[in-house]
């Protein structure tokens, strides 16, 4: 009888586990791109190598002005007043480069029920006009305000 009990048990456990539990399920986030270039103060600006995500208005403004260090980069923004309400930025900044043959770029963004997964990555622009400057390539976007973590890569 016990044996009876403890296969019952396990068929039935086995039959409730649904395989997608053990699956996350990834689903693509859409983004807005505020912002993409060069900052060019040869990092006057003090904007370090970084990967941000900024949730408030005051952070928001002091990565503005950091950025406007030398000369109105804002100026170029597809948008800069952001609803905190309902949105979030995040940013990629690269370190500093000695010459204007690549850009940065936000790839893609993922919820995988744990985490948001902001993808980054380098393209190739040397077929463009190519400054020998040292200027430092950064990404900035917005997203629907989420509280999982970010993670970027």
Known sequence: MKTLIFVATIFISLISCNENDSISQNTNIEFTKI???FLGGQGSE???EQNIVINNETDWNNLKSKMNTNHNETDSFLET???FSINMVIASFSDLKN?????????KVV???KNIIVS?????TSDENVTFNIIQPYY???IPKND???VFE
């Not at 010459?99 to 790839?107: A, N, V």
């Not at 980054?120 to 190739?124: G, N, Q, V, W």
């Open 111 to 113: 919820n995988n029920s």
């Open 148 to 150: 999982l973590p970010v």
């Open 120 to 124: 980054t990555k380098f393209l190739d």
């Open 81 to 83: 007043e952001i609803d």
């Open 99 to 107: 010459y204007g043959g690549i850009r940065l770029k936000i790839d």
């Open 46 to 48: 003090g904007i370090p």
């Open 35 to 37: 912002a993409e270039g």
């Open 140 to 142: 900035i976007a917005k």
